[in-house]
């Protein structure tokens, strides 16, 4: 059974951090593509950054510079650091899986407000 479980979500401040990390379980972690996608209340679910089993990273644009994503195959983890955050990024974080079949996680939330 495959389980991506997310953590590391919650409440900040405009300009402030959070780290996501999602724990995968069931797969080959290594040699899935792995990302993280956001979903925003009313608006579809977007991309945000993947990372290949290389290590090569993809940025949506809004994210570039501000968002790190990163993995550690010896912990079946990937993460995602996001600094400078905006209101606009609030949304629910899933993680994603992908090779012949894609995997969801459930979600964490991101909220960031004054």
């Known amino acids: 059974q495959v389980q991506l479980v997310e953590s590391g979500g919650g ?10 990390s999602c724990e995968a379980s069931g ?5 899935y593509d792995m990302g993280w996608y956001r979903q925003a209340t009313g608006k579809q679910r977007e991309l945000v950054a993947t990372i ?7 940025y949506a644009d809004s994210v570039k510079g501000r968002f ?9 983890t990937v ?7 905006r209101p606009e990024d609030t ?3 899933y993680c994603n899986a ?5 995997y969801w ?9 004054s």
């Open 98 to 102: 992908e090779r012949e079949r894609n």
């Open 52 to 58: 290949t089993p290389g290590s090569s990273p993809n």
């Open 11 to 20: 409440l900040v401040q405009p300009g402030g951090s959070l780290r996501l």
């Open 27 to 31: 797969i080959i972690f290594s040699i």
């Open 79 to 85: 993460y995602l650091q996001m600094n400078s955050l």
């Open 68 to 76: 790190t994503i990163s993995r550690d195959n010896a912990k079946n």
């Open 105 to 113: 996680g459930q979600g964490t939330q991101v909220t960031v407000s």
């Open 91 to 93: 949304a629910v974080y």
